[in-house]
């Protein structure tokens, strides 16, 4: 049997009785490959999941159901970090505290009246209130530096100054920024038959980042990156691995450079599963500066990564095809190295964390 390609939609195998032909969203070859196998439903250790975003409007019932799924997997906390900011907060944390401790609350900023004079103060003031009705962290979306504009029309650039004061007052308040820039690098590339995500941008159009409507990915990361050094007192942890999950010696030169930036992990596990030798040494030798992150709320794939991160498995499937179309193989990661990328260096670094149901 001989398989080619013909355009890049279409998947043709010829030599079959009936000439079958199916589009490449339908292959699904079935491994022969028989290998040990490990699936496990639930963390090795009890952990923090520090990217996730839940309805801050919540009933009673929703939060009980959702703290029972947490338990199933050995979630001690979730941070949910669509937290708003003012009076949707602060009623968000109240219900929470239904559950207490199991959940860590986010703000988050209004960029609207960016120009005006003495906004960056303004807001510095509002996320200290914030803090004060229970939040515990800053998220930083990432519309921030792609599509937000001031009100010339100007693109709001990731290092932009008028930002400083509320940076400043997140150092001076202890608590961490968790900052999304950009996307992964290949959705700013042409969408062609070399790029890697192809498909999901043929499943997704939306999620193409088209030079003539977006900056470059290398001009966003360096405005990151540059944030990162203008502020070496606050705490940055770089969401999705800084989009680099696929050159950790860069990431790494970055960790090694910036002693306040951290990393996790959340939605970039394909990347990780493919190049397991070499990410199971990038983990120990960064294992302080790595957390545990999901960012979407789906119970059963959290077994892939627990999958991945506690077990030698070889050859088995990520739970998106269009992440990736290849297979992942486990980093079988040292206890130490899990204990921290599942709750120890959250502990270090999230105020209000009750450190009470973690292993010592």
């Known amino acids: 049997m001989k398989i080619r390609t013909a355009a890049l939609a279409t998947l043709v195998v010829v030599g079959c009785a ?4 199916m589009s490449i969203e339908e292959y699904e070859p079935r491994s022969t490959l028989a290998v040990p196998e490990h699936r496990i439903t639930r963390a090795k250790y009890p952990f923090v999941d520090v990217h996730n975003h839940q309805n801050i409007g919540m009933s009673k019932e929703e939060l009980d159901r959702l703290v029972k799924d947490m338990d199933a997997l050995n979630m001690r906390v979730m941070v949910n970090l669509s937290g708003r900011s003012g009076e949707a907060l602060a009623k968000g944390v109240k219900t929470a505290v239904i559950h207490p401790g199991r959940m860590l609350t986010f703000a988050n900023l209004d960029l609207a009246g960016i120009d005006a004079p003495g906004w960056g103060t303004r807001a510095a003031a509002q996320l200290t209130e914030d803090m004060k009705a229970g939040a515990k962290g800053l998220k930083i979306f990432k ?27 997140c150092a001076e308040l202890k608590i961490p ?24 941008l043929k499943q997704f159009p939306g999620r193409a ?36 999950g696929g050159n950790l010696a860069r990431l790494g030169k970055l960790l090694d450079e910036r002693p306040n930036v951290y990393t996790e992990i959340g939605a ?15 983990f120990v030798r960064y294992q302080d500066r790595v957390l545990f992150g999901k960012d979407t709320w ?3 794939e959290y077994h892939v990564y627990f999958r991945l991160l506690e077990t ?49």
């Open 177 to 200: 920024v968790l900052i999304h820039t950009a996307e992964p690098a290949s959705f700013f590339e042409p969408q062609d038959r070399f790029n890697e995500r192809w498909l999901e």
């Open 18 to 21: 009936d000439g079958q032909t």
């Open 312 to 360: 030698a498995d070889e050859y088995f499937d990520y739970y998106r095809k269009r992440h990736a179309f290849w297979k992942m193989y486990g980093l079988d990661l040292p206890d130490e190295v899990l204990r921290k990328l599942y709750y120890k260096n959250a502990l270090r670094i999230l105020p209000g964390l009750d450190g009470s149901g973690f292993p010592k």
């Open 143 to 169: 519309n921030f530096g792609m599509t937000v504009k001031d009100g010339k029309g100007q693109r709001v650039h990731v290092d932009d100054p008028r930002l400083d004061p509320v940076f400043e007052k």
């Open 268 to 282: 970039v596990l394909a990347e990780l599963g493919r190049q397991p030798r070499f990410a199971r040494e990038w």
């Open 298 to 300: 789906a119970p059963e």
């Open 209 to 244: 980042r088209p030079p003539d409507q977006f900056p470059p990915w290398e001009t966003l990361i360096g405005e990151q990156h540059r944030l990162f050094a203008r502020h070496p007192h606050t705490v940055f942890i770089d969401a999705h691995l800084g989009w680099m």
